[in-house]
């Protein structure tokens, strides 16, 4: 059976990177070549669609431009085999995108650092379903773009990772972040209009932690930050809810949820920790 061209030139390149070199070529012209010859038969491979081969091989490019200290062509050549190992090799992509950040961080390049961490963060969300991972991975993308003064997507990623936090139940850890990205928000009008639902998440966590004592504290205080809020749909959804916790009131609560679902729809989220929340009045000993 005939080399395909990807094959033909990828054994050329293992030729070129293992050849002793002659009296007149220096070892980083040797790598220089390899690495070429490289990416030649990945590009190759992905045409034939060979995903993983042309992942193996722009992750074997990446060691020849490191070999000649070429560290932005060696980050461009991990994230070009992320790409490829993304179609069916989460785990991989995850490693070629961690040699990737290395060398933007090593090179002062932390926006394009955050990039790449949430793109890993993103890839234990929807293929290896790790959300502490996940988590991890949106809370180190957001410090990265904070102190490159990208407020707006560090503000996203510190968001992702509080939904997180709440999913895992590890809901003080996820009260901290929405109350972090809503100080934020305030700050902006563009963004103002956002914080209440940051703080209605924040306040279903403490609910959800059966601490109806905390969630009322806490609407206080988002209340004295804002005294718009009090007023909006989302503070008097949060008291009903309240005060049917308090009473043990499973049809009370229910009410409130189907009043606020007919005008605001419920996203899966606030679906799930709701239903967490109902579960605690129902396991709940009513005091008489």
Known sequence: MPKSPAQTLLEKADKKANSSGGWFTSSTTKFEEAGDLYQQAANSFKLEKLFKEAGDAFAREAECREKC?????????????????????P??????LSQTITHLTQGGRFRQAADREKEIAQIYLQETHDLRKACE????????????????????????AADLHAELEEYPQAIARYEQVADHSLTSALTKYSVKDYWLRAALCALAMTDSVTAKRNMMKYSSKDATFA???EAKFVNALTDAVEAGDVEMFTGAVV??????????????????????????????
């Open 69 to 89: 200290s070429e560290n932005n062509e060696a980050a461009n050549a991990w994230w070009n085999a992320a790409k490829a190992y993304k179609r069916g090799f």
């Open 91 to 96: 785990d991989l992509a995850i490693q070629a």
């Open 137 to 160: 991975s949106y809370v180190r993308a957001g410090e990265w773009y904070a102190q490159e003064d990208a407020t707006a997507t560090a503000n996203a990623c510190y968001k992702d």
């Open 231 to 233: 007023s909006t749909r």
């Open 259 to 288: 009043e606020f679902d007919q005008v605001t729809k419920l996203d899966n989220w606030k679906t799930n920790i709701l239903l967490k929340i109902k579960r605690g009045i129902d396991e709940e000993p009513v005091l008489r």
